[in-house]
């Protein structure tokens, strides 16, 4: 009886742990199982990207708001660094084309002096950069076949540019003495490449510039050759300028200005323009302040720009030194931000 009793409560006692290890296997399961539940891993995620999603609408309006804010600069800012107000109207913008070219003395008032005959230089008179007139008497040669002295003289006003004789030289036909040039006027020999042809031709008005610093005039091509340069496939075009001062010099390397001037409705200088967010703008002026505004740009040259939309004629804007409204928006932004 005693053994019958012991063996009921080991089995009660058996059954009682079974039946309690059996919850806790389903309740690890659904813990195991949970990371894998799709509404709870969309649920947090969807959370997470509506949070982010509300921080990058907020900056990006944050952006957008400064980037069109308006900007008040004092008359003391304006004038210390040389900001200009112009009222935007129509203008011209020159789309031509800038070519290579030199100073040549002119062809046709060039002369290349001789001895009218064999003999041996007596005297040198003139030498290189001296100013001679018609009759000056440049070198005295004594003739070898007379043994008489004859004067070697200039029939052209100019200047000595070249001298090829010394005393006790001998001297003949098949040399050149003296190179005299009137250089009153000059030539202009630019390279015309061969895809620019068509936009040059005798009339064409052009301006010459030597550099900075350096003389500048306007004029006309006079004369382009017919014929290539094979080495170079460029034709040459040539321009005769006055030269009474001498400002241009034989040899000096310049920059013939093809012109071709288009009159546009509205035109800003490029100075105006200022880049802000990849877009370029013109800061125009409002009742609040100058504001950046978004323009179109189309053809631009080095003096003007033309301005397809965004800027109306009529309206006033910055356009002379904008990188002071573009830094003082970039300062607003700044300080906003902090």
Same mark, same amino acid.
């Given at each position: 009886?005693?053994?019958?009793?012991?063996?009921?409560?080991?089995?009660?006692a058996?059954?009682?742990?079974?039946?309690?290890?059996?919850?806790?296997? /389903?309740?690890?399961?659904?813990?195991?199982?949970?990371?894998?539940?799709?509404?709870?891993?969309? +649920?947090? +995620?969807?959370?997470?990207?509506?949070?982010?999603?509300?921080?990058?609408r907020?900056?990006?309006?944050?952006?957008?708001d /400064?980037?069109?804010?308006?900007?008040?600069l004092?008359? /003391?800012?304006?004038?210390?660094?040389?900001?200009?107000?112009?009222?935007?109207?129509?203008?011209?913008?020159?789309?031509?084309?800038?070519?290579? +070219?030199?100073?040549?003395?002119?062809?046709?008032?060039?002369?290349?002096?001789?001895?009218?005959?064999?003999?041996?230089v007596?005297?040198?008179?003139?030498?290189?950069?001296?100013?001679?007139?018609?009759?000056d008497?440049?070198?005295?040669?004594?003739?070898?076949?007379?043994?008489?002295?004859? %004067?070697?003289?200039?029939?052209?006003?100019?200047?000595?540019i070249?001298?090829h004789?010394?005393?006790?030289?001998?001297?003949?036909?098949?040399?050149? !003495?003296?190179?005299?040039?009137?250089?009153?006027?000059?030539?202009?020999?630019?390279?015309?490449?061969?895809?620019?042809?068509?936009?040059?031709?005798?009339?064409?008005?052009?301006?010459?510039?030597?550099?900075?610093g350096?003389?500048?005039?306007?004029?006309?091509?006079?004369?382009?050759?017919?014929?290539?340069?094979?080495?170079?496939?460029?034709?040459? !075009?040539?321009?005769?300028?006055?030269?009474?001062?001498?400002?241009?010099?034989?040899?000096?390397?310049?920059?013939?200005?093809?012109?071709?001037?288009?009159?546009v409705?509205?035109?800003?200088?490029?100075? %105006?323009?200022?880049?802000?967010?990849?877009?370029?703008?013109?800061?125009?002026?409002?009742?609040?302040?100058?504001?950046?505004?978004?323009?179109?740009?189309?053809?631009?040259? %080095?003096?003007?720009?033309?301005?397809?939309?965004?800027?109306?004629?009529?309206?006033?804007?910055?356009?002379?030194?904008?990188?002071?409204?573009?830094? /003082?928006?970039?300062k +607003?932004?700044?300080?906003?931000?902090?």
């Amino acid at each position: 009886m005693t053994s019958t009793i012991r063996l009921l409560a080991l089995l009660v006692a058996f059954l009682a742990a079974a039946g309690g290890c059996h919850p806790s296997s /389903e309740n690890d399961a659904r813990v195991t199982d949970r990371p894998e539940v799709a509404p709870d891993a969309h +649920g947090g +995620g969807a959370h997470d990207h509506d949070a982010h999603g509300d921080d990058a609408r907020g900056d990006g309006a944050h952006d957008h708001d /400064e980037g069109g804010g308006h900007v008040r600069l004092t008359a /003391e800012q304006m004038q210390a660094f040389g900001v200009a107000v112009s009222t935007a109207g129509p203008g011209t913008v020159d789309v031509g084309i800038d070519l290579p +070219g030199s100073v040549r003395p002119n062809g046709d008032r060039l002369a290349h002096i001789v001895p009218r005959f064999p003999g041996i230089v007596q005297e040198v008179r003139k030498t290189i950069g001296d100013p001679v007139r018609t009759g000056d008497v440049l070198a005295v040669v004594e003739s070898s076949e007379s043994l008489a002295p004859y %004067a070697l003289t200039t029939l052209m006003d100019g200047t000595v540019i070249e001298k090829h004789l010394t005393r006790g030289e001998a001297v003949d036909r098949d040399k050149q !003495a003296f190179v005299i040039a009137d250089l009153s006027t000059v030539w202009i020999d630019c390279s015309v490449f061969q895809k620019d042809l068509d936009r040059v031709g005798v009339g064409t008005r052009v301006r010459v510039s030597a550099g900075s610093g350096g003389p500048e005039a306007e004029g006309a091509i006079s004369y382009v050759t017919p014929v290539l340069d094979q080495p170079t496939r460029t034709a040459t !075009a040539r321009v005769v300028l006055a030269n009474q001062d001498g400002r241009w010099r034989p040899g000096m390397f310049v920059t013939v200005r093809i012109l071709a001037p288009l009159d546009v409705a509205v035109a800003v200088p490029p100075a %105006a323009l200022q880049s802000l967010a990849n877009e370029q703008v013109v800061f125009v002026e409002t009742a609040e302040g100058f504001v950046p505004r978004v323009v179109r740009v189309g053809r631009a040259a %080095a003096e003007a720009v033309e301005i397809l939309a965004g800027l109306a004629p009529g309206e006033r804007y910055i356009s002379a030194n904008a990188f002071l409204a573009k830094a /003082e928006l970039g300062k +607003g932004s700044a300080e906003h931000a902090h």
